[in-house]
């Protein structure tokens, strides 16, 4: 019997596992915008079925808001704070409301944890997340618009105006939505915050703001949805200031850089927990 030398004997013999092939790299990250694009295409088809009632009620519930208001003030100035006020409550429903309570139970659920093994930035998550929510705001305000303008006699003239309102009031509302949503311990809290948030908007924003005290005015500056309602309010003149409308319309476009950015952080923040 011969002894071959360990040495000649091929690796396999020897108990050594053979190389395998090089591993292969990871795919780099997706940039924003194509991300963006993709969870916005996402959430849109999957929140189609489930969000249109909801807009519904959502649309509902500003219309009664406005009829129920034309038993209580006149035309005028009032009337166009309540008209506008309810028009951006159905932003406030949908984008604030609704977007809390989805972040909410996303964390809840686990469901970050998909998006975490996803090579896409946060950013994309968030911003995607919100603007489909955003976009099934548009119909259900412009119908809201229509209504009230009819109901107290204002001019429709202006009403492409709200183009602009929706997906800025929508940005600062669905900043401060997701960041509720995603900061939120339980979804019940998130739930809870997003309902104050909503009834803030309903309070602070259709309500004439010449009716309230100082205190509560000064409440009414801090809550960015109230500058949507005042550019589109400020439409309704025989003359609007196109300069205040604008500077209104900065304000809210300001705010939902700074609230997106912080639902971005608590993105991230929530999905390495």
């Known amino acids: 019997m011969s002894v071959v030398p360990a040495q000649v004997l091929p690796d396999t013999a ?7 092939p090089a591993a292969a790299e990871l795919a780099p990250a997706a940039r924003l915008w194509p991300a963006l694009v993709a969870v916005y ?11 249109i009632p909801l807009l519904f009620v959502a649309t509902f519930q500003s219309i009664g808001i406005t ?8 035309n005028g ?24 309570q989805y972040f909410g139970q ?10 975490a093994t996803l090579p896409v930035p946060p950013a994309s998550v968030v911003l995607g997340t919100a603007a489909a929510y955003a976009s099934f705001t548009l119909p259900g305000t412009l119908v809201t618009a229509v209504f009230g303008c009819v109901l107290f006699g204002l001019p429709l003239a202006n009403l492409w105006v709200l183009l602009a309102v929706v997906p ?19 979804p019940e809290l998130a739930t809870l915050l997003g309902q104050l948030g909503m009834s803030a908007a309903l309070l602070l924003g259709v309500l004439p703001p010449d009716r309230m005290p100082e205190i509560i005015r000064l409440a009414r500056d ?17 003359h609007p200031d196109w300069a205040v409308v604008l500077a209104d319309l900065g304000v809210c476009a300001g705010v939902g850089v700074v609230s997106l950015a912080v639902a971005a952080w608590a993105y991230r923040r929530a999905a390495v927990r």
């Open 106 to 115: 996303l964390r809840a659920g686990g469901g970050l944890d998909h998006y």
């Open 41 to 51: 295409r996402a959430q849109l088809s999957r929140a189609r079925v489930a969000r």
């Open 77 to 100: 100035f009032e009337a166009r704070s309540v008209v506008a006020g309810s028009s951006v409550l159905v932003v406030a429903f949908v984008a604030l409301n609704l977007l809390a």
């Open 14 to 20: 020897r108990g050594v596992p053979e190389a395998g």
């Open 67 to 74: 009829v129920m208001m034309r038993g209580v003030v006149g």
């Open 222 to 238: 801090l809550l960015p949805s109230t500058y949507g309602v005042e550019a589109y309010a400020r439409t309704f003149g025989a």
């Open 168 to 186: 800025l009031a929508g940005a600062a509302l669905s900043g401060l939505g997701a960041a509720l949503g995603l900061l939120a311990p339980r």
